[in-house]
Nanobody, 123 residues
Framework: QVQLVESGGGLVQAGGSLRLSCAAS????????LGWFRQAPGKEREFVAT????????SYADSVKGRFTIARDNAKNTMYLQMNNLRPEDTAVYYC????????????????WGQGTQVTVSS
């Protein structure tokens, strides 16, 4: 089992940057594929990015491709989401999630979730 805690959210102007972190407990961090998801008010949760256990494979939602970068440091049991050129439509609560095995973009296949961190982008 793994426990996840997100941090790094906040208020930023459009065009600005933020870096989210997701710290995990447990000794087998590298065996988990990880993902970032987000949920805006009144909308369903959506996939943002995912990364494999070793960090070599990643994938992104089209809406963030070229602006967001997912990464992980297995020695620190931490995953990151670098968000550049932020837009008002990126405003949401961002969640990190973990699963054993391969990475997937379907949130329902991740059994472990953090509590979320709010990102607000002003225009």
């Amino acid at each position: 089992q793994v426990q996840l805690v997100e941090s790094g959210g906040g208020l930023v102007q459009a065009g600005g940057s933020l870096r989210l972190s997701c710290a995990a407990s447990g000794r087998t961090f590298s065996s988990y594929a990880l993902g970032w998801f987000r949920q805006a008010p009144g909308k369903e949760r959506e996939f943002v990015a995912t990364i494999s256990g070793g960090g070599a494979s990643t994938s992104y939602a089209d809406s963030v491709k070229g602006r967001f970068t997912i990464a992980r440091d297995n020695a620190k049991n931490t995953m990151y989401l670098q968000m550049n050129n932020l837009r008002p439509e990126d405003t949401a609560v961002y969640y990190c999630a973990a699963k054993t095995g391969g990475r997937v973009v379907v949130g329902g296949l991740y059994p472990y979730w953090g509590q979320g961190t709010q990102v607000t982008v002003s225009s």
